[in-house]
């Protein structure tokens, strides 16, 4: 498994943060994801071998979320 931080934009409350951690659970090889709201930032762990960090980021801008690099 890989944990990997990523920064988000365009959050505006804790529920934000919940439905990317709720939509990026769903996808497979991810086992966890905790994103903070005050601090912007999502931290996902997964296994390389079924995903990569660029579909995780594809999956956060479908769900209305920017990553800033």
Do not use: Q
Not at 41 to 47: C, N, P, S
């Amino acid at each position: 498994m890989t944990k990997h931080i990523f920064k988000i934009s365009g959050m505006h409350c804790s529920a934000c943060a919940l439905n990317i951690d709720l939509d990026l659970e769903e996808l497979p090889g991810v086992k966890n994801s905790k994103t903070n709201y005050a601090k912007s930032e999502t931290e996902v762990e997964f296994d390389p071998a079924l995903i990569t960090p660029s579909i995780l980021i594809s999956a956060i801008a479908k769900i209305g979320y920017g990553v800033v690099d």
